[in-house]
């Protein structure tokens, strides 16, 4: 299985860059994991948030394939601890899911389109993170999940 992290907007803070390649030279022993970034948008003062969501949506569609796992960052999505988290890994890995796409969407959330392709919807917290921190948290909580499933001592409980 691939894990893909899919993201609209660059991370510019040397500090979350610094803790997110932390994170992915650890994955390296368990998974094939990348993300990738897309292009903010650019001159969106004259479009709506739906019109923003739309467009964003297309240059995401553009990156999935149609046989992509596609999972959704949304708040509105099913919280879970850790160990479910690990959890749902394990399930996809022993499903077969060859690509998992995790999205983290623009400054006002997915378009429609995009929650009717998803598969599954997660929130990592009741809490609103910036869409910055939001990639270092889930990068450590997919290394957290291996260390879980491979009952290394990283994760307490």
Not at 105 to 117: I, K, T
């Amino acid at each position: 299985m691939k894990i893909t992290l899919l993201t609209v907007g660059k991370t510019e803070d040397k500090y979350i860059l610094e803790g997110i390649e932390k994170y992915l030279k650890r994955l390296k022993h368990y998974i094939k994991f990348e993300i990738i970034e897309i292009p903010e948008l650019k001159k969106t003062k004259s479009l709506s948030e739906d019109q923003q969501k739309s467009k964003e949506a297309e240059m995401i569609f553009k990156q999935l394939n149609h046989t992509d796992h596609v999972v959704l960052l949304d708040e509105r999505g099913k919280e879970l601890s850790s160990m479910h988290f690990a959890d749902f890994m394990n399930k996809k890995m022993i499903g077969s899911v060859q690509q998992l796409v995790f999205i983290v969407g623009g400054p006002y959330g997915f378009d429609a389109s995009l929650y009717q392709r998803a598969q599954d919807k997660l929130s990592l917290s009741k809490m609103t993170f910036s869409h910055q921190m939001v990639r270092l948290f889930f990068v450590e909580q997919v290394y957290r999940a291996f260390t879980i499933l491979k009952g290394e001592p990283y994760h307490h409980e």
